[in-house]
């Protein structure tokens, strides 16, 4: 009988298929790694961008701060509901007319439609002003304070930096929910520092002012950013440069605090990003799950 000389099978890249010859289930060949890619998808980021891009993180910061400095001075009687008042009126005219001037998709039925929002929201947040006046009478002051502040911590960690708050006229996609639970965080917090105050006048006028932070500033910054960047750079910088000047005033320590808080964000962290940027490797090959090429929702 004549011996058996076929040559052995020679070893394919299967997916499916079992055990192939007299390999074991594991061979590869030298081959495998051909198709190896290394940092396909690393993203080269400039120095100089990264500081820009941050700086919606610090501009958010200083309107927190300035949110807290306005509390503070509120509780020490320096402002009274008169002047509150006032600035709610004025914020409010602001506000819209920043929308009108930035937004290319408000037409005048969405402003009809926001504008009767706003004034349902208003009287409401009238009408509920003596429950929140009396809300929190049974609770110590040092209770309240603490889970402001373990509020506030939340809806900075939480808050969507590069959206709003509220779904701009035009967008297609709600919010997400961690900026959901951002926003119900500030509104709690809100509520917790205007069940301390004497009047209920100025538990509305506090509440209104919060609300329209909280609400609406992260849309008009959004609209704001869409419409020029520059422009958002300028308010950036004006809105730095305002509140660092009245954390100043107000509190040496807080004013220190913030500053070295807006250096850290906006210097130190973009630079530790490109540094440690050096090190980042990542290889994709044939053993990577297979990528769908089309909308899978079409």
């Known amino acids: 009988m004549e011996t058996d000389k076929r040559a052995p099978l ?40 990264v500081i820009l891009y941050s700086i919606s993180i610090s501009q958010y910061l200083c309107i927190v ?13 320096v402002i009274d509901e008169s002047v509150l008042l006032k600035l709610d009126i004025c914020l409010l005219a602001l506000g819209f007319s920043i929308l009108v001037l930035t937004s290319a998709n408000l037409s005048f039925r969405v402003l009809t439609k ?24 049974s609770i110590s002051s040092d209770s309240i304070w603490a889970l402001t502040i373990s509020l506030l911590i939340v809806h900075l960690f ?7 708050t509220i779904r701009p006229p035009g967008a297609l996609n709600n919010p997400n929910l961690a900026s959901n639970i951002a926003l119900n ?34 849309l008009v ?23 660092l000047g009245v954390t100043y005033r107000l509190d040496r320590l807080f ?10 964000i906006s210097v130190v962290c973009p630079y530790w990003l490109i540094r440690i940027q050096e090190y980042k490797f990542e290889i994709n090959g044939p053993w990577d799950e297979a990528k769908l090429c089309f909308d899978i929702t079409e």
């Open 114 to 137: 926001y504008f009767l929002n706003i004034s349902f929201f208003i009287s409401g947040l009238y009408v509920l002003a003596p429950v929140y006046h009396t809300l929190t009478r």
């Open 255 to 264: 004013f220190g605090f913030l500053l070295v808080l807006i250096v850290f």
């Open 221 to 243: 910054m959004f609209c704001v950013k869409k419409y020029s960047f520059r422009v958002y750079l300028g308010f950036s910088f004006v809105l730095v440069g305002l509140s």
């Open 158 to 164: 939480l808050h969507d930096y590069s959206g709003s």
């Open 185 to 218: 965080a500030s509104i709690v917090a809100s509520v917790l520092v205007a069940s301390r105050l004497p009047s209920r006048l100025h538990v509305f006028a506090i509440m209104l002012f919060s609300l329209q932070i909280f609400l609406f500033a992260p």
């Open 10 to 49: 020679k070893w394919k890249k299967k997916a499916y298929g079992g055990m192939q010859g007299n390999y074991p289930d594991n061979y590869t060949d030298d081959s495998f790694l051909q198709d190896m890619i290394t940092n396909a998808n690393v993203v080269k980021r400039d120095l100089s961008k």
């Open 65 to 77: 701060s300035l949110v807290i400095s306005v509390w503070t001075q509120t509780l020490n009687s």
